[in-house]
C-alpha cells in the first residue's frame, strides 16, 4: 500500500506530504484547490510525459516521491525480470529539472520510464473521472474481462504467437510478390548469365591480351629493330672482340703496378663479356616476335568481345562482370528454388497459424466463460446502486485472428425494464457510468492483487441514497486495497476512515495549495460544509455527525 507521497515544485503545490492509511482515505476540498494537480503529480510516477510548465518556481527542480510496502504482493519475479533490487518498502521517484530534463528511480536506481511505468501499474490503480470514457472502448472491456479470467498467461501466449504468425505471412506474401517479379526476369537473366558464363572471362586476361595485342600490332617493326641492332652487333663483334681483348691484355700487363690498374682491366673485361650476353639475348628476343595475323585475330575479337560486355553492362573491368555475373547466377538460382521456399514458408505459416487458432480458442473459450459471470454480478451490484432493472450483457464475437484474439468483446447495457441492450457508450447517462464503472472496479478489486485503488470523483453524477451506497461499496473494497477517493459528496465521505482537506493558501506571494488531515471536530464541520455551504446550519452539523456515526 501507499505509505508516503511528496510532492514538490510541482503546479500550485510548493511541498506536500500525505501519509494515507489502510482503509479508506477520503480527499475533499474546494474546486481548484489542487486535489486534481495531486493527481496529476502522481500520474508522472505512472510515467507520464515530464512538462516544463508544471514547475512552481522555474529555478528549482520538481520531485514527486511515493513509497509503497509490497511484500505481500509478489512482486519479486517482476523485479528480477526487470533487473532492480527488490525491497519490501519500494519507493518509486520522479525528477524535473529546470532545464527540463526528466529523472526516474525505483529505489533509488535511475531507471527508464518504461521501467518506472511497469512497476507503478502493479502498485496503482487511478481512475478518473474522464476514465468513464473508456468503458466504452471495447479494448478496455476486453482487457476486463481478461482481468477477471486471469488470462495473463493465455493471452500472452497467443500475442507471441500472432507476431510470429504476422511476421510469416508478411514473409509469405513478400515471397509471392518477389516470385513474381524475378519470374517476369527470369528468361532475359538467364540470357544474360549465359553469356558471361559462355565468354569464360578471367580476372587478369584483359590487361594480359592488351599487351599482347599492342606487341602484335607492332611486331613487324618490333623484328626490324632488333634485327637492326643485332646485325651491328654480330657484324662487329670479331673485330671488337678481337681489340677488346688486346686492351684488356694491356691493362693485365700493368695490373700489378696500381690496383686502379686492375680494377679498370676487370670493369673493361666485364664490358665484353656483357656485349655478348646482349648479343645473345636479342637473338633470343628477335627469335620470339612472328607477326601471327590470326593470333592478332583472335586476341582482337576476344578483347572485343570483353569491350561489349563491359559497356552493356556497365562495368569497369572484368572484375565487375565477373560480380555481375555472379549477381545473375544468384537471380536464376532464387527463382529456381522459389518454389521451395514459398512451399517451406507455407508450410511453417498454416503450422503457426494452426497453434494460433488453437490458442485463440483457448482465450475465446474463457472469455465466454465469465462474460455471464461478469455480467451476473455486476446487475447484483447495480440493484444496490439504485437500477434495479439495470441490465448487461457482455457479448464475445467471432473475428479473424488480431492482436487481442480470435473475438470482440462488446459490453451491452440498458439501464431500464422492456428495452433491449445497446453498446454502452451509446445508452449510458453520466450518473450510469459511474455507478457501472464503480461496479465492475468493484467487481475487478475482488480479483487483483493491486496494492492502492484511487477514485477521482468517481461518484459524477450520483447523489442521495445512491451516494451512500456508493460509498459503502467503496469502503467494502478496503478489505483487499488500500483506496483513496476524492470526492465533492457528503455522503462519499462521511464514510472514509481517515480524511484529508485540501486548501488554498493565500498568505504569501502566490498562492500555495496544502493539504492537511482533519480531526473528529473538523470531518463533521467540513461534512456539513458539503451539505449546506459555508456557513453549515445546526441541522447540517446534527447530520454530518449522524453521517459519520453510520459509518
Same mark, same amino acid.
Given at each position: 500500500?501507499?505509505?508516503?507521497?511528496?510532492?514538490?515544485?510541482?503546479?500550485?503545490?510548493?511541498?506536500?506530504?500525505?501519509?494515507?492509511?489502510?482503509?479508506l482515505n477520503i480527499i475533499t476540498g474546494e474546486t481548484g484547490a489542487g486535489?486534481?494537480?495531486?493527481?496529476?503529480?502522481?500520474?508522472?510516477?505512472?510515467?507520464?510525459?515530464?512538462?516544463?510548465?508544471?514547475?512552481?518556481?522555474?529555478?528549482?527542480?520538481?520531485?514527486?516521491?511515493?513509497?509503497?510496502?509490497?511484500?505481500?504482493?509478489?512482486?519479486?519475479?517482476?523485479?528480477?525480470?526487470?533487473?532492480?533490487?527488490?525491497?519490501?518498502?519500494?519507493?518509486?521517484?520522479?525528477?524535473?529539472?529546470?532545464?527540463?530534463?526528466?529523472?526516474?528511480?525505483?529505489?533509488?536506481?535511475?531507471?527508464?520510464?518504461?521501467?518506472?511505468?511497469?512497476?507503478?501499474?502493479?502498485?496503482?490503480?487511478?481512475?478518473?473521472?474522464?476514465?468513464?470514457?473508456?468503458?466504452?472502448?471495447?479494448?478496455?472491456?476486453?482487457?476486463?474481462?481478461?482481468?477477471?479470467?486471469?488470462?495473463?498467461?493465455?493471452?500472452?501466449?497467443?500475442?507471441?504467437?500472432?507476431?510470429?504468425?504476422?511476421?510469416?505471412?508478411?514473409?509469405?506474401?513478400?515471397?509471392?510478390?518477389?516470385?513474381?517479379?524475378?519470374?517476369?526476369?527470369?528468361?532475359?537473366?538467364?540470357?544474360?548469365?549465359?553469356?558471361?558464363?559462355? *565468354?569464360? &572471362?578471367?580476372?587478369? %586476361?584483359?590487361?594480359? @591480351? =592488351? #599487351?599482347?595485342?599492342? $606487341?602484335?600490332? +607492332?611486331?613487324?617493326? /618490333?623484328?626490324?629493330?632488333?634485327?637492326?641492332?643485332?646485325?651491328?652487333?654480330?657484324?662487329?663483334?670479331?673485330?671488337?672482340?678481337?681489340?677488346?681483348?688486346?686492351?684488356?691484355?694491356?691493362?693485365?700487363?700493368?695490373?700489378?703496378?696500381?690496383?686502379?690498374?686492375?680494377?679498370?682491366?676487370?670493369?673493361?673485361?666485364?664490358?665484353?663479356?656483357?656485349?655478348?650476353?646482349?648479343?645473345?639475348?636479342?637473338?633470343?628476343?628477335?627469335?620470339?616476335?612472328?607477326?601471327?595475323?590470326?593470333?592478332?585475330?583472335?586476341?582482337?575479337?576476344?578483347?572485343?568481345?570483353?569491350?561489349?560486355?563491359?559497356?552493356?553492362?556497365?562495368?569497369?573491368?572484368?572484375?565487375?562482370?565477373?560480380?555481375?555475373?555472379?549477381?545473375?547466377?544468384?537471380?536464376?538460382?532464387?527463382?529456381?528454388?522459389?518454389?521451395?521456399?514459398?512451399?517451406?514458408?507455407? *508450410?511453417? &505459416?498454416?503450422?503457426? %497459424?494452426?497453434?494460433? @487458432? =488453437? #490458442?485463440?480458442?483457448? $482465450?475465446?473459450? +474463457?472469455?465466454?466463460? /465469465?462474460?455471464?459471470?461478469?455480467?451476473?454480478?455486476?446487475?447484483?451490484?447495480?440493484?444496490?446502486?439504485?437500477?434495479?432493472?439495470?441490465?448487461?450483457?457482455?457479448?464475445?464475437?467471432?473475428?479473424?485472428?488480431?492482436?487481442?484474439?480470435?473475438?470482440?468483446?462488446?459490453?451491452?447495457?440498458?439501464?431500464?425494464?422492456?428495452?433491449?441492450?445497446?453498446?454502452?457508450?451509446?445508452?449510458?447517462?453520466?450518473?450510469?457510468?459511474?455507478?457501472?464503472?464503480?461496479?465492475?472496479?468493484?467487481?475487478?478489486?475482488?480479483?487483483?492483487?493491486?496494492?492502492?485503488?484511487?477514485?477521482?470523483?468517481?461518484?459524477?453524477?450520483?447523489?442521495?441514497?445512491?451516494?451512500?451506497?456508493?460509498?459503502?461499496?467503496?469502503?467494502?473494497?478496503?478489505?483487499?486495497?488500500?483506496?483513496?477517493?476524492?470526492?465533492?459528496?457528503?455522503?462519499?465521505?462521511?464514510?472514509?476512515?481517515?480524511?484529508?482537506?485540501?486548501?488554498?493558501?493565500?498568505?504569501?506571494?502566490?498562492?500555495?495549495?496544502?493539504?492537511?488531515?482533519?480531526?473528529?471536530?473538523?470531518?463533521?464541520?467540513?461534512?456539513?460544509?458539503?451539505?449546506?455551504?459555508?456557513?453549515?446550519?445546526?441541522?447540517?452539523?446534527?447530520?454530518?455527525?449522524?453521517?459519520?456515526?453510520?459509518?
Amino acid at each position: 500500500m501507499l505509505t508516503d507521497l511528496q510532492i514538490k515544485n510541482y503546479a500550485l503545490i510548493e511541498q506536500l506530504n500525505l501519509r494515507p492509511h489502510e482503509s479508506l482515505n477520503i480527499i475533499t476540498g474546494e474546486t481548484g484547490a489542487g486535489k486534481s494537480i495531486m493527481l496529476g503529480a502522481i500520474g508522472l510516477l505512472m510515467g507520464n510525459r515530464a512538462d516544463l510548465r508544471v514547475l512552481l518556481n522555474t529555478e528549482e527542480k520538481c520531485v514527486i516521491e511515493a513509497s509503497f510496502l509490497v511484500w505481500s504482493y509478489n512482486l519479486q519475479g517482476l523485479f528480477d525480470t526487470l533487473d532492480l533490487d527488490y525491497a519490501d518498502r519500494t519507493t518509486l521517484r520522479r525528477e524535473i529539472s529546470p532545464s527540463g530534463k526528466s529523472r526516474a528511480f525505483i529505489n533509488d536506481t535511475p531507471v527508464t520510464l518504461d521501467t518506472l511505468r511497469q512497476v507503478a501499474a502493479f502498485l496503482l490503480d487511478i481512475h478518473s473521472q474522464h476514465d468513464n470514457l473508456l468503458l466504452g472502448d471495447h479494448l478496455y472491456q476486453m482487457q476486463l474481462v481478461d482481468a477477471y479470467a486471469a488470462n495473463q498467461a493465455l493471452r500472452e501466449a497467443y500475442q507471441q504467437t500472432y507476431r510470429t504468425y504476422t511476421h510469416l505471412k508478411n514473409e509469405y506474401r513478400q515471397r509471392q510478390q518477389d516470385f513474381a517479379h524475378y519470374q517476369k526476369e527470369f528468361d532475359y537473366n538467364q540470357f544474360l548469365l549465359n553469356e558471361l558464363s559462355q *565468354a569464360n &572471362l578471367q580476372a587478369d %586476361e584483359q590487361e594480359s @591480351l =592488351e #599487351q599482347e595485342s599492342r $606487341l602484335l600490332d +607492332s611486331a613487324e617493326e /618490333v623484328k626490324l629493330k632488333l634485327q637492326e641492332v643485332l646485325a651491328f652487333l654480330s657484324h662487329a663483334e670479331g673485330a671488337v672482340n678481337d681489340e677488346m681483348r688486346g686492351k684488356v691484355n694491356a691493362l693485365g700487363q700493368i695490373a700489378d703496378l696500381s690496383p686502379a690498374y686492375a680494377s679498370l682491366r676487370g670493369r673493361l673485361e666485364s664490358c665484353l663479356f656483357e656485349l655478348r650476353d646482349i648479343a645473345n639475348e636479342l637473338e633470343r628476343e628477335e627469335e620470339k616476335i612472328e607477326f601471327n595475323p590470326e593470333r592478332a585475330e583472335e586476341v582482337q575479337n576476344r578483347l572485343s568481345m570483353i569491350y561489349h560486355f563491359q559497356q552493356k553492362h556497365q562495368a569497369k573491368d572484368i572484375a565487375a562482370l565477373l560480380d555481375i555475373q555472379a549477381e545473375l547466377a544468384e537471380k536464376v538460382s532464387r527463382v529456381a528454388n522459389f518454389d521451395e521456399e514459398i512451399a517451406a514458408l507455407k *508450410a511453417q &505459416l498454416e503450422t503457426t %497459424e494452426r497453434v494460433l @487458432l =488453437e #490458442q485463440g480458442e483457448a $482465450l475465446s473459450a +474463457s472469455r465466454q466463460a /465469465v462474460a455471464p459471470l461478469i455480467a451476473a454480478e455486476a446487475k447484483s451490484l447495480l440493484a444496490d446502486l439504485g437500477m434495479p432493472n439495470a441490465t448487461i450483457e457482455i457479448t464475445c464475437d467471432r473475428i479473424e485472428p488480431s492482436p487481442e484474439g480470435l473475438d470482440v468483446v462488446n459490453f451491452l447495457f440498458s439501464a431500464n425494464k422492456g428495452i433491449a441492450p445497446q453498446e454502452i457508450g451509446r445508452v449510458a447517462s453520466g450518473g450510469e457510468f459511474s455507478r457501472l464503472m464503480l461496479a465492475l472496479k468493484y467487481i475487478m478489486a475482488g480479483r487483483t492483487a493491486m496494492p492502492t485503488i484511487i477514485f477521482d470523483e468517481i461518484d459524477t453524477g450520483i447523489s442521495g441514497e445512491i451516494a451512500l451506497k456508493m460509498g459503502n461499496m467503496l469502503k467494502a473494497m478496503t478489505h483487499k486495497h488500500q483506496v483513496i477517493a476524492i470526492t465533492h459528496l457528503h455522503q462519499i465521505a462521511a464514510k472514509g476512515n481517515h480524511h484529508y482537506f485540501v486548501f488554498k493558501d493565500d498568505s504569501g506571494q502566490r498562492t500555495i495549495s496544502r493539504m492537511r488531515q482533519l480531526n473528529e471536530e473538523e470531518r463533521i464541520r467540513e461534512i456539513a460544509q458539503m451539505i449546506s455551504g459555508a456557513q453549515p446550519s445546526e441541522s447540517a452539523l446534527l447530520s454530518a455527525r449522524e453521517l459519520l456515526e453510520m459509518g
